[in-house]
């Protein structure tokens, strides 16, 4: 197709998300389903429009458990579009749901510039898989059989020095927060969530930088 079709196709996308959005009090966990699957298929659309092929892999169908873990959030700040000449980044992601992996293999792949090169359903696998690959990122669960997220992602930095962990967790208490931070991981992300702020923690974590709630400056560098 060419550009004037897929900026046509981007342009009833974004109509038909805003309207979701400004029903989002009413959404059911069907509705959350369908609204982050149009955000996943205006991400691709968004790439083809830019010129840059798709990865040979299907979107694939997504189930919800109970509610999806990215429904909509009012105050989520929009994902960028990949550069073409942003580096690839190597990710690597460990959570026991098989719901959640599928929709971040999804969310993953449709940024066009990150390769996947793991997928494990708990923190000793996430661990083994890490020793082997040695990833630029991991998105890590905490909670997990076999191995704690916090414990894996202190084994992941012994391991792995230069890989990055974000946090994706259910868990919402500060402790939690602090036991993440204090263990090495360089952000942590409220399940649920959105596309946008999954992807754009995932992206503060790959400039260098640090991306906790609450804090008093989220985006300040490691030391």
Known sequence: MSPEQYHRILTSLD???????????????????FLLQLEILRSRVLRAESGHPFPPRIVPT??????????????????????????????????????????????????????IVGEAVNGPAAVEQVRETKPDLVIMDLNMPGLDGISAT?????LSPATRVLVFS????????????????????????????????????????????????PYAPRV
Do not use: C, M, W
């Open 154 to 158: 202190r084994e992941v930095l012994r």
């Open 62 to 115: 997504l189930k919800a458990e109970s509610v999806s873990p990215f429904p909509p959030e009012r105050a989520a700040p929009e994902a960028s579009a990949p550069r073409p000449d942003r580096p690839r980044l190597r990710v690597l992601f460990a959570d026991d749901h098989d719901s959640v992996r599928s929709i971040l293999r999804a969310l993953l792949l449709a940024e066009g510039d990150i390769e």
């Open 170 to 217: 259910a868990n919402r208490d500060p402790a939690s927060v602090q036991k993440a931070e204090a263990a090495g991981a360089s952000g942590y992300v409220f399940k649920p969530a959105t596309r946008a702020l999954l992807i754009g923690a995932l992206r503060t974590v790959q400039r260098g930088r640090t991306s906790f709630p609450e804090r008093t400056n």
């Open 15 to 33: 109509q038909t998300l805003s309207i979701l959005r400004e029903a989002s009090a009413e959404h059911t966990d069907e509705d959350r389903e």
